[in-house]
């Protein structure tokens, strides 16, 4: 049996374990975000973090390790934004979700129009914990609306707004200057609603019109 001081040291250690691994993926985020993967060394990641670049190899094994967790952080955190606020109306939260969303896209624009650009071919692995982060991300938002998740249409028109707001996202990312952020997130809003609206064209019986109002 561990006593109980042992017990409290080893706690401690396993959470100064855990704060260093993270502090080396959002280090890894960032730097993936200013260079091409191929451009990337475990030495860059390990000079950033002044760090042994020994210690990444323990906690992520290898260069494309520390890759994959740094995909998985971006897009933890490109989707955060769309979590559920208490006490905030569905519409608010999907302006400041919107806003937070692109926010951190421009802030990571490297690593983010690798994930949104590359797709499934560029890279599978990553592009397939990218993609349940956003699954993740719709299943949220349905049950924010009030919408049935399983419902064929109302599935289909989410996952082609999505890649409509990836586009969008793409070209304001190559192009800042034609539209700023406050422009863009009221058009990605309306064209959310637009496109909700037309779920009833595939399912008329589709319940949509709550959703609806509560986006108003």
């Known amino acids: ?26 280090i890894a985020v960032e730097v993936f975000a200013e260079n091409d993967y191929d451009q ?23 260069k494309r390790g520390i890759y994959l967790e740094a995909v998985r952080a971006s897009a933890e955190q490109m989707n955060a934004a769309f979590a559920a606020v208490t006490g905030t109306s569905a519409g608010e939260l999907l302006r400041s979700a919107l806003e937070q969303h692109l926010t951190y896209l421009r802030d990571h624009r490297g690593l983010a129009l690798r994930l949104v650009l590359g797709g499934r071919s560029a890279d599978p692995q990553a592009w397939e914990i990218y993609e349940a982060a956003r699954w993740d991300v719709l299943g949220g938002l349905a049950m924010l609306l009030g919408l049935d998740q399983n419902n064929r249409a109302l599935r289909f028109v989410g996952r082609v707004t999505v890649g409509a707001i990836d586009e969008a996202s793409i070209q304001w990312l190559n192009n800042p200057d034609d539209f700023d952020l406050p422009q863009l997130v009221k058009w990605m809003e309306s064209l959310i609603v637009a496109c909700l609206s037309s779920a009833s064209v595939l399912d008329p019986g589709a319940d949509i019109a709550a959703a609806l109002a509560s986006l108003k």
């Open 1 to 26: 049996m561990v006593s109980q001081p042992s017990a409290v040291k080893l706690g401690k250690r396993a959470a100064q374990k855990a704060e260093t691994k993270q502090r080396l993926i959002s």
């Open 40 to 62: 990337v060394t475990v030495a860059d990641i390990a000079e950033r973090a002044g760090v042994a670049h020994g210690l990444l190899f323990h906690y992520f094994k290898s």
